[in-house]
């Protein structure tokens, strides 16, 4: 299990698969879970295509909507309902958030497993809701073909194969090993938690300059070589005076950068800078509103003027040697700034790691319109820009179709620390990426992941200082796969903390797959997240308007239950992460 600690915000934090899961998937066989809401009511006006993808639902419609007769999701995802908890609070995973949520569904989905056969029986006669596998899971009409859960098969738009059983979750399943060697696929949670201890340690800390360091995880401690500020200096523009007032003015001023400024002796003053060093015997700065001169040229204040007033002693924010920020802090534009001032010229960090992007299939275009069978390649310009917001080096980004002599050369012969592949992780005539790690004598970590979208993804260590992450073809499954293999894995090779875990009460109705976790896009308004429309295995469109994922547990949730949240980096980074 993932061992970051939990967060809620909302109602106290409690298990996100400990609210009625059994019961969502029981209302479903009676036609009880809600649907999407009707286009009666109040609706976003944007609703019919504008291009929002979340909808305000009518209040109160859409009960009972949901379950179709062959389990066939609604085209929008979301319905109404109440959804209790407000505030915002945070406790420990322990205390029953969203680790308990990830112990509590992986038991239920073993339960769910060993009673399988029973299960997608009650699935083909009586219509569980969200029952359908990858190209039903978005439920938009035109997203792909919805299968039956008694099947446990997919249908995958990038390669025309079964998934599932491409990802080694039949009764071919075994234990990691060397050379390929399939195995059967293993709950989220522990997918991410494998990924997170993949790479035994961060990276060798390199010192750059500070205008090279932004990004990187701090190696060491940052501690004060200086005082700060290192002399008394004036905090406003005006006076620095000597005893009370009035005062005899000097003709000369202080400014900042300028060194030794005559000491003052009671009764004067002297014009001073923002910045500037302050006189001996100076006793406060009077600033410049509140000051008058009189006929004579003398200084009056025009209020009370304290001692030391204004005047920023040496050593107020931090000694020489005081520690200032801990290592394993990400240097942020702020933490520049205050090495600067601190004194540093350069800054030891760990690198970030080195990625391989290798990008496959002969149906890709790179630009123009889709004809004749080939599509436009969504992942070549996506995937560089996301792997550098989750702190990565992008050194290359190679198109080599669906050419299995090509791909072997390419992760034989990459001197990163991570090479990420697309598509080709199924077992498809042009899938060569099994192959290719068998050749390589690569050691499987992960062979799918029980995760809807995205669960043919897997983790390989082709060396000791490097590792494979094989993302699905379908765009949505790959950030999948991005989110559950490559995030944690990078995370340990930059040094950097896992992220605050937190969850959040979805506002609509979320279907689920009946045996998988979902990963769905939302948005975040206010302390809800809201489910959006598009967001099938190939589509882009619903992630696009996305703030994160939530993490729905097998069976679904209702509105107001908490699902953990997992932020886009440029959510709470800006976009300018994407380019660092």
Not at 26 to 47: I, K, L, M, N, Y
Request: proline residues 9%.
């Amino acid at each position: 299990m993932n061992e970051d600690a939990a967060r809620s915000r909302g109602t106290a934090a409690r298990p996100a698969g400990s609210t009625a899961a059994p019961g969502a998937a029981s209302a479903g066989r009676s036609g009880g879970v809600p649907g999407p809401a009707s286009d009666g009511g109040r609706s976003d006006p944007t609703r019919a295509g504008s291009g929002t993808c979340f909808m305000e639902p009518s209040a109160g419609a859409g009960a009972g909507a949901g379950a179709g007769a062959g389990g066939r999701e609604p085209d929008d995802g979301t319905a109404v309902g109440p959804a209790p908890g407000s505030g915002r609070r945070r406790g420990p995973a322990g205390s029953g958030g969203v680790a308990g949520q990830e112990r509590g569904d992986a038991g239920q989905e073993r339960s769910r497993k060993q009673g399988r056969g029973r299960k997608q029986g009650e699935g083909r006669s009586q219509g569980v809701p969200g029952r359908q596998e990858e190209h039903g899971a978005s439920g938009t009409p035109g997203d792909g073909t919805s299968t039956s859960a008694a099947s446990g098969t997919s249908a995958s738009a990038a390669h025309g194969t079964n998934a599932r059983a491409a990802s080694g979750t039949g009764d071919a399943g075994g234990e990691h090993g060397k050379g390929g060697k399939r195995h059967r696929a293993i709950p989220w949670p522990d997918a991410r938690a494998v990924a997170g201890r993949a790479a035994r340690t961060p990276g060798t800390p390199v010192v750059v300059p500070l205008q090279d360091a932004l990004g990187l995880v701090l190696a060491a401690p940052l501690t004060a070589l200086t005082d700060l500020p290192s002399f008394d200096t004036s905090a406003m523009d005006g006076w620095a005076v000597a005893g009370p007032g009035p005062w005899a003015v000097r003709a000369e001023g202080v400014l900042a950068g300028r060194a030794g400024p005559e000491a003052l002796t009671d009764g004067e003053a002297v014009r001073i800078a923002t910045g500037a060093r302050i006189p001996r015997g100076a006793t406060a700065v009077l600033r410049s509103e509140h000051g008058a001169m009189d006929a004579m040229g003398r200084l009056h204040p025009t209020r009370d003027v304290p001692h030391g007033q204004d005047i920023r002693p040496r050593g107020q924010e931090c000694r020489s040697g005081d520690l200032l920020l801990p290592a394993d802090t990400v240097v942020t534009p702020a933490v520049l700034g205050l090495a600067a001032a601190a004194g540093y010229d350069t800054l030891a960090g760990v690198p970030r790691p080195r990625v391989d992007v290798l990008v496959l299939g002969d149906e890709l275009l790179t630009e123009g319109l889709p004809r004749e069978g080939l599509i436009r390649d969504a992942l070549g310009p996506m995937l560089p820009s996301w792997l550098r917001a989750l702190g990565a080096d992008v050194v290359a980004v190679r198109r080599l179709g669906d050419d299995a002599e090509a791909l072997h050369r390419a992760v034989a012969g990459s001197g990163a620390d991570l090479v990420v592949t697309t598509g080709g992780t199924a077992s498809g005539p042009v899938d060569h990426v099994h192959p290719t790690l068998r050749r390589v004598d690569a050691e499987l970590l992960v062979d799918g992941v029980e995760v809807r979208p995205g669960h043919p993804m897997l983790l390989a260590r082709t060396r000791e200082d490097q590792h494979l992450v094989g993302l699905p073809g379908n765009p949505l499954a790959a950030v999948s796969g991005l989110l559950t293999l490559a995030e944690p894995l990078l995370r340990t090779l930059a040094g950097r903390r896992a992220p605050e875990r937190y969850a959040l009460p979805v506002r609509d109705v979320v279907h689920g797959h009946p045996h998988d976790t979902r990963l769905v896009p939302v948005a975040l308004r206010g302390d809800r997240a809201v489910p959006l429309r598009y967001n099938g295995p190939a589509m882009l469109r619903g992630i696009a308007a996305a703030d994160a994922l939530a993490v729905v547990p097998p069976g679904g949730a209702r509105p107001g239950r908490e699902l953990e949240i997992l932020d886009l980096p440029w959510a709470t980074a800006g976009i300018g992460a994407c380019s660092t």
